[in-house]
Each structure stands twice: as structure tokens, then as C-alpha cells.
């Protein structure tokens, strides 16, 4: 962030570096897989559909794709009783997060090999899920003792042979065949247009913000002044700000007036390239203000406790992998970007990292956190066991094995 501590400018570097650093590149995912869907007419959720015994496979695919677009689209799919909860461990497992953007950068070898451990590990673990329960529903009792009166996870196992919802899960929306309908659920003579004004310049924006997002990660992710001019740090900071307070009037005022009332929630189709651009910018405030959220959260913990998460993460020894898997329950891109940036300098094994890159969900993990909180905590949980047996395997077996140093492994 910016170095300051001073509690506005951590809200206003919380605001800035969520659009920028986070929002961007979930907004150029989301309108991709988005336009994929308007151009096939839906085919893409449909083969996510129909594909049962496919899906945690397919999801591990999506979370994969650098930022957390893809894992995104996998989420409301849940929520409406079309994937399983094995899909969902094995989607937020893989999710690669805005941090693959660093290692891409900076540790490209590093970045293959550990992002391909965590699509394997992930797809097993979801397979595992689904078939073989793997106690899902003594944690979902766990859970549901320290969270009373919220809803139940699927049980992770095949209903009736097949994927599909369960009996027993009290679905937010009524009805797991919910069926999303697009198209604002108010009008008025100044707020329609106004809202319509700030989903298009929020796009104007978010263009700007993908520029120098892209620079910044190319850059390192280094700390980046809170200022306004004409350098690199003033237009990171006003397209930054502009960007995230459009995003929190999108959110709170502008979808009911343009285009998407409910948010979070599977699309089929789309009916235009605005309507698709719509629900990219509106599923991207969401999630953007949950990243604002946890931002800023972060920054008054740490303030407030002095907590130096990457020395701790660094901890010599076995001690390296399980700090990484801690970092990574952490919800949101934030903590993993720095801890991207702290392995880059070679100060963490790569052990870390690949444990790390398990047990994150990224910003996936908000809209199903909002719908379904217990599912979230559950499913956190299960990317947490696989993340600690690989991390602890790796940083003892690596260097014996594949006779390569775990410091500095991959980085350019």
C-alpha cells in the first residue's frame, strides 16, 4: 500500500489499490467469459451443466486463469444448485488469483510448477469431495455450532448418482433452478441516466486502471505514492479512486437502475454487448467492495497490531510453507500479491508459494461468502488440508528430489 498509516489514507489506498490492483483484471475476466456466453447463446454454462462428472475439473480450469474471473463464474453456479460442492473446492483450490500476475512477471518457472501442483491437488481434493464425502458433513456441523441459523453446504457427495442439489440445502434465492432476470428493477428521470453515465465511465476507467495495473505488476508490485499529478503515481491514483467510487455507486445505487438488480447470480445469456458489459461492471463492484472491505481491514490490523504477515510467512523453516497456507486463508488478493512479491525477492521457499497458491481463494471467494457464508468457511477449510500435505511434502522432498534450490527457484 502506501506506507502511511494515517487512518483515511489507508481507506482511500484501500480504495485505490482494490480498482486498480484487483478489479481491473477481474473485470477483463468476467467480460470475457461473459462475452463467451453472449456469443454461444450460454453453451459455456450449459456444458458446465451437463458435464456432471467433468466439473471439478472444468472449475479447476477456470480458477486457474490468472486473476479470479473464472472462479467468479463458477460460484453462482452453485448457489443454484447446477455444480457441486466438490466443483466449488476444486474452483477456489486452483484459483490463481490477482498474484499470478506477479509470479507470471517475475518467476514464470516458478509460476508453472506451482500453479500446475495446485490444479492437481485441487481436482483431486474436489473429486474426493464428491464422492467420497471426506467428512464434509461433521465440518459442516462444526461450523454450523459456531454460526448458528445460516445454510448448509451440499454434503459434497452425488445425490442420487448425480451432481445436482441437495435436499437438505436451504437455497438463498428459494430455489436452486433460480433464473436470473436481466434488466433494472427501477427507473427515474435523473438516477437512470445518471447510473448509465457512471457505468460507462466507470468502463473509462477501468481501461485506464488495466493500463497501469498491468505496469504495476510488470514493476513488481512496488509502493506506490497516495498523490495526485501527471506521473505514474497520480493517474494510478485517480483512476484508482475514480474507479473504486464509481464502483461503490454501481453497487449500491446504479444496478437497480441499469441493468442488474440482483448480482452474484448465474447468467445464461446475454441479450447485447451492453447488456454483457453491464453484468461484468456489475458483478465487478461487488466484488469490489468486498476487496475494499478487506483491504482496509487488513491495513487497520496491521497497523493496530504491528503483524508483519510476510516475515511471518518467512519463517525459517517447516514453519515457511504452513505461513503460506495461513496467508492464503486470508480472503481476498491483497496478502497474496505481497507474498508473491516477497518470494520474487527470493526471500520465501517454494514450498510457500505452492502451498500458498492452494489454500488461496482470491476475490472468488466474496460473492459466495455474501450468499453463502458456511459454504465459504467449509470450503476453506477443505483447499486448507491439501495446501499444508503439499506445502510440508514439498519443502522436505524438493531439493532431494528434484535437486533444485526452494530460494530463488524460477525467478527471472
Not at 499470478?100 to 509460476?111: G, K, Q, R
Request: hydrophobic letters at 50%.
Amino acid at each position: 500500500m502506501t506506507g502511511v498509516a494515517d487512518p483515511l489514507s489507508i481507506l482511500l489506498a484501500s480504495l485505490r489499490d482494490g480498482y486498480v490492483q484487483v478489479s481491473v483484471f477481474v473485470a477483463v475476466t468476467v467480460l470475457a467469459f461473459g462475452l463467451v456466453q453472449y456469443r454461444t447463446d450460454g453453451a459455456l454454462l450449459r456444458a458446465i451443466e451437463d458435464n456432471e462428472r467433468l466439473q471439478p475439473l472444468i472449475g479447476g480450469l477456470l480458477g486457474l486463469t490468472p486473476g479470479c474471473g473464472g472462479a467468479i463464474v463458477v460460484m453462482p453456479l452453485y448457489v443454484r444448485g447446477s455444480v457441486s460442492f466438490g466443483t466449488v473446492v476444486a474452483t477456489l483450490g486452483a484459483t490463481a488469483g490477482d498474484s499470478a500476475f506477479v509470479i507470471l512477471a517475475l518467476a514464470p518457472e516458478a509460476a508453472l510448477y506451482a500453479y500446475a501442483i495446485a490444479l492437481v491437488a485441487s481436482v483431486a481434493t474436489g473429486y474426493l469431495v464428491d464422492t467420497a464425502g471426506l467428512g464434509v458433513t461433521r465440518v459442516d456441523a462444526a461450523v454450523s455450532r459456531l454460526s448458528p441459523g445460516t445454510t448448509a453446504t451440499d454434503g459434497g457427495t452425488v445425490v442420487n448418482n448425480r451432481i445436482g442439489p441437495n435436499p437438505t440445502h436451504d437455497y438463498p434465492s428459494g430455489s436452486p433452478t433460480h433464473s436470473h432476470e436481466a434488466g433494472p428493477d427501477r427507473t427515474s428521470r435523473i438516477l437512470t441516466p445518471l447510473s448509465h453515465a457512471a457505468h460507462v465511465a466507470w468502463w473509462v476507467a477501468a481501461v485506464g486502471g488495466l493500463v497501469l495495473g498491468t505496469i504495476y505488476l510488470l514493476r513488481g508490485g512496488p509502493e506506490i505514492a497516495l498523490s495526485v499529478g501527471v506521473d505514474f503515481a497520480g493517474a494510478f491514483t485517480v483512476f484508482g479512486l475514480t474507479g473504486g467510487v464509481l464502483s461503490l455507486y454501481l453497487y449500491a445505487i446504479g444496478r437497480h437502475y441499469v441493468g442488474e438488480g440482483e448480482i452474484a447470480r448465474a447468467r445464461d445469456s446475454f441479450g447485447s454487448v451492453y447488456d454483457t458489459l453491464t453484468h461484468a461492471a456489475m458483478e465487478t463492484s461487488f466484488v469490489t467492495v468486498w476487496v475494499i472491505v478487506a483491504l482496509a481491514g487488513y491495513e487497520y490490523v496491521v497497523v493496530l497490531s504491528g503483524l508483519d504477515v510476510a516475515a511471518v510467512a518467512a519463517t525459517a523453516g517447516v514453519l515457511a510453507p504452513i505461513g503460506g497456507v495461513a496467508v492464503g486463508l486470508i480472503p481476498g488478493c491483497g496478502p497474496q500479491i505481497l507474498l508473491a512479491s516477497v518470494y520474487a525477492e527470493g526471500a520465501l521457499p517454494f514450498s510457500a508459494l505452492a502451498a500458498n497458491a492452494i489454500a488461496q481463494d482470491g476475490d472468488a471467494l466474496f460473492p459466495l461468502l455474501a450468499i453463502d457464508p458456511k459454504a465459504a468457511v467449509v470450503a476453506t477449510i477443505y483447499n486448507a488440508l491439501p495446501a499444508l500435505v503439499v506445502g510440508v511434502a514439498l519443502f522436505f522432498l524438493w531439493e532431494p528430489v528434484f535437486g533444485m534450490p526452494e530460494f530463488g527457484f524460477g525467478v527471472a
